[in-house]
């Protein structure tokens, strides 16, 4: 062992062959560079798809741990409001249960797994703190067991749907078919929404509080228990216009009721997509190397 | 062939005040053009080091002297504001509280796993590993139990023995063995003397002289982030205790 006092500047181009992905870029490193390493990051992150899955299934059942039903009891949860919700507003706005209970539970599920995967994408980075600073693993692998997570819970509460079918109240037509794609594309955005909302949360600790009342407000401004059909007045098509969360919901939704996706649901969801995707790989290539400095 | 080679390593950690956590101000800031710079702390400062393999390195200096910073840093745990690093081998750190990286929630036997697949190994290896860990860590039944009825000692214990399961070629021990009982640390100490037979590379940051005589070869002294003094273990040792009692004697 020597130290090199004398030796002020690094070796140019010096790099470790062994630190490709994990290893952080250096935080004075070129935009190119730090975007390499966040690519290298989502690569081994992807590689290890093993781990973020066991890991996503253990947290499940660690969250249900000393219960008697487990995961079910989101299931019994959701099925309580979605009946709830139907009986409510079904009366309300006039409408026969048998329409409008398979609009409720499509709309509620869906918006369920949107609303979590935007609070796990937002807590992503802080919740690991302790994992981060002394675990050593590419950091998308945190987003992908989040959202891994995400789509576990989302999958006990498919059995709504499955009931709801064999009670002949979802048409399964071939629009059915389209449900599985929606549910990949949704779940990339969440994935683009953890590498791009995660890092903001963890750099500026007023946004993740924000993004939790911003998702109550949403709730309500998407029409989960309401159609645009309803409600009169001009501010309606702003609110779903300028809303990401209708058209992604809409994309789950419709294929439900039997529906196929309108263009203007495609081309929102396009839109929506590309704005995280972009988002993702601006943010997470900027933020990354710095991430263990915020959240230490 | 394990090493780790520091070149001109600085790390600046900038204490983001709640005003600059607040995205408002930042804003505000932004659009007058006008950035107030926060405060920064030099954690280590143009930190040259190489460490050959087979080396027992010992980190010593007082609280706040960057000794984690620079485990951090060695574990590729921390990109340095400046500087290089490079690090050959399967680099292994044991740093943060007893629990770090433990689920309080899950078994030991559930952590062993869980700990493992996130350090990239799959599942099954990490099965087949249980029996040893659980041994080797002296835990017995209580692997069974929930993490959170450790004692701080007992995850220490966890937490090293699935460390050491996994093989490292270089092990970095942040006042690693700190809580563990005197028939732990013995145990233990045996393990590193295996590991270190494998011509793998210690780095062991403590407060403890007999732990760091019986484990290191060499010492760095850090103080405010710089290397004070780095030599054969006996000799740093003295001149860092000789340090407090001058400064007792001022």
Not at chain 1, 5 to 21: D, E, F, I, M, Q
Not at chain 1, 72 to 81: E, G, I, K, S
Not at chain 2, 71 to 77: H, P
Not at chain 2, 120 to 148: A, K, N
Request: aromatic share 8%.
């Amino acid at each position: 062992m020597s130290a090199r006092h004398a030796r002020t500047a690094a070796r140019p181009g010096w790099r470790s062959p062994t630190l490709n992905w994990h290893g952080y870029a250096p935080l004075d490193a070129s935009i190119g560079a730090q975007f390499n390493a966040a690519a290298g990051d989502v690569a081994e992150g992807i590689r290890r798809w093993r781990s973020w899955t066991y890991l996503a299934i253990e947290q499940v059942k660690n969250q249900y741990r000393r219960t008697v039903i487990g995961p079910w009891w989101l299931t019994l949860q959701t099925a309580a409001m979605v009946s709830g919700l139907a009986v409510l507003f079904g009366s309300i706005f006039g409408q026969p249960l048998h329409d409008f209970l398979p609009y409720i539970g499509g709309g509620f599920i869906g918006f369920w797994l949107l609303s979590g995967l935007t609070g796990q994408g937002a807590g992503v980075f802080v919740n690991n703190a302790s994992t981060l600073t002394s675990t050593r693993q590419p950091l998308s692998a945190l987003v992908f067991h989040a959202v891994t997570f995400e789509l576990l819970q989302f999958g006990h509460n498919l059995v709504i749907i499955a009931s709801l079918a064999a009670l002949g109240l979802v048409p399964l037509g071939v629009e059915i078919l389209l449900v599985a794609p929606a549910v990949l594309i949704i779940l990339l955005n969440g994935l683009a929404v953890g590498l791009w909302l995660g890092p903001t949360v963890a750099r500026f600790r007023d946004v993740g509080p924000l993004v939790a009342s911003i998702m109550q407000m949403m709730m309500f401004f998407t029409p989960v228990f309401w159609s645009v059909d309803d409600v009169d007045g001009s501010g309606r098509n702003a609110l779903v216009a300028w809303n990401p969360f209708a058209y992604l919901l809409d994309l789950f939704r419709d294929p439900l009721l039997g529906e196929f996706p309108s263009a203007a649901t495609w081309t929102g969801v396009a839109g929506v997509t590309a704005v995280n995707v972009a988002l993702a790989v601006w943010v997470f290539s900027r933020a990354r190397s710095r991430l263990p400095y915020w959240v230490s | 062939m394990p090493s780790v080679e520091l070149r001109s390593v600085h790390v600046e950690y900038q204490l983001l005040s709640v005003r600059d956590y607040n995205l408002k101000n930042r804003v505000v800031q932004t659009a007058r053009r006008k950035f107030q710079e926060p405060v920064v702390i030099d954690a280590l400062r143009t930190i040259d080091l190489d460490i050959a393999e087979g080396s027992r390195v010992g980190l010593v200096g007082p609280n706040g002297a960057g000794k984690s910073t620079l485990l951090s840093v060695m574990g590729g745990l921390l990109p340095p504001t400046r500087g290089t690093v490079r690090v050959a081998g399967r680099v292994l750190a044991l740093l943060g509280g007893s629990g770090a990286g433990l689920d309080q929630e899950a078994s030991g036997r559930d952590n062993v796993v869980s700990m493992g697949v996130q350090l990239g190994e799959s599942p099954r290896d990490m099965r087949r590993r249980i029996d040893d860990i659980t041994e080797f860590s002296g835990l017995g039944e209580r692997i069974l139990h929930p993490v959170y009825s450790y004692s701080s000692g007992m995850q220490t214990r966890l937490r090293f023995s699935i460390l050491t399961s996994l093989r490292p070629d270089v092990l970095l021990l942040d006042e690693g063995l700190g809580t563990a009982d005197a028939e732990f640390t013995a145990r233990a100490n045996e393990r590193l003397n295996q590991f270190m037979s494998s011509a793998g590379i210690l780095v062991f940051a403590s407060h403890g002289d007999a732990l760091l005589r019986e484990q290191c070869d060499e010492a760095v002294w850090l103080d405010l982030g710089a290397i004070r003094q780095l030599g054969p273990i006996d000799e740093v040792l003295k001149s860092y205790h000789a340090s407090h009692s001058r400064e007792d004697a001022c």
